[in-house]
């Protein structure tokens, strides 16, 4: 009954690594994003696409890009990793007129 | 801009109801949901309400929204030690992307 899958649970990068965080939906959705959420700062919006190919910028997109060249992945780029990039990373799936689901979280450590 | 605020905390024992309450400030909001996050795990979708709605009954879970104090709650009857987790209230707008977080709130159900 998965929906929102994300490709590792657990993550540990070097700095300056090139990162990819993928993130598959199965629900034909339109809109996918991408969260992070750190103690103290909830969920903050990072990026999100609204179709194939489009993406817009959310609340903290320094130090990310996305991708998202099919409709049902969605992948987050950390282009130079860095330590205050340690966070735990959240993939949303909505179609806009219903439920919003998430996947069960990429906790991605920068040493 | 838009705000949605919880109390932090929340403790009850085991076998009681627990209320968990929500305010949000956007008007437009279309979709409120609330979701249930166990430790080192994703968000799992609990329930959402329309806005057109002012409650909505899904098994143990009971939501009440009030557009008038644009308050909205979550009780959960016969609270039990499985239900300890934070649980976060959300809006999603009609806009890819408009979407609001709480801060959580940390439920702690006591044997």
């Known amino acids: 009954d998965v929906k929102v899958t994300q490709s590792s649970r657990y993550l540990v990068k070097r700095t300056g690594e090139k990162v990819f965080l993928e993130c598959v939906q199965d629900m034909d959705h339109e809109n996918m994003f991408w969260y992070r959420q750190d103690p103290g700062l909830g969920l903050r919006l990072i990026y999100f696409s609204y179709d194939v190919k489009m993406k817009e910028k959310g609340d903290i997109p320094e130090g990310y890009s996305v991708s998202r060249e099919k409709k049902e992945r969605f992948s987050l780029i950390l282009e130079s990793a860095s330590t205050n990039q340690t966070s735990m990373y959240l993939c949303a799936s909505w179609a806009g007129n219903t439920e919003a689901f998430f996947g069960q979280g990429t906790r991605l450590t920068v040493v | 801009g838009e705000d949605v605020e919880q109390s932090l905390f929340l403790s009850v024992r085991e076998g009681d109801s627990s209320v968990i309450n929500c305010t949000y400030t956007d008007s437009s909001s279309t979709y409120l949901y609330w979701y249930k996050q166990e430790p080192g795990a994703g968000l799992q979708l609990l329930t959402y309400?329309?806005?057109?709605?002012d409650m909505k009954q899904d098994q143990r879970l009971t939501v009440l929204l009030n557009k008038k104090d644009k308050h909205l709650s979550l009780r959960i009857a016969d609270t039990q030690t499985g239900d300890s987790a934070i649980y976060f209230c959300a809006e999603w707008g009609t806009n890819a992307g408009k979407s609001t977080f709480g801060d959580g709130t940390t439920l702690t159900v006591k044997p």
């Open positions: 309400i329309f806005s057109n709605m």
